[in-house]
């Protein structure tokens, strides 16, 4: 059983910030990738920024120079630094994991509970 929990989530005026975490717990045996989503009122879920193992990053184009995806290996963990917030980042934030339960296991898709992150003007 895999588990991804989010917790930083919460209300913030323009240009402030926020951290989300995401710490991924159970029988883990390897992470591939590890990101952040989002889902605003109305509106599909998209991808806001995502990290393999390796290093490399990715980001939404609404969201570069502002946001920043880190990893910790050693506590399966992912950070997203979000600064300079505009009232459309609002929205529910969801953690992804692509994680093998074994050696021999396939990588799987995981999702966090969400974290609701509100931006007001």
């Known amino acids: 059983q895999v588990e991804l929990v989010e917790s930083g989530g919460g209300l913030v005026q323009a240009g402030g910030s926020l951290r989300l975490s995401c710490a991924a717990s159970?029988?883990?045996?390897?992470?591939?990738?590890m990101g952040w989503y989002r889902q605003a009122p109305g509106k599909q879920r998209e991808m806001v920024a995502g990290?393999?193992?390796?290093?490399?990053?990715e980001y939404a184009d609404s969201v570069k120079g502002r946001f920043t995806i880190s990893r910790d290996n050693a506590k399966n963990t992912v950070y997203l630094q979000m600064n300079s917030l505009k009232p459309d980042d609002t929205g529910v934030y969801y953690c992804?994991?692509?994680?093998?339960?074994?050696?021999?296991?396939?990588?799987?898709?995981?999702w966090g509970q969400g974290t609701r992150v509100t931006v007001s003007s």
């Open positions: 159970g029988s883990i045996s390897r992470i591939n990738y």
């Open positions: 990290t393999i193992g390796g290093g490399s990053t």
């Open positions: 992804n994991a692509h994680i093998a339960t074994s050696w021999v296991s396939p990588f799987r898709d995981y």
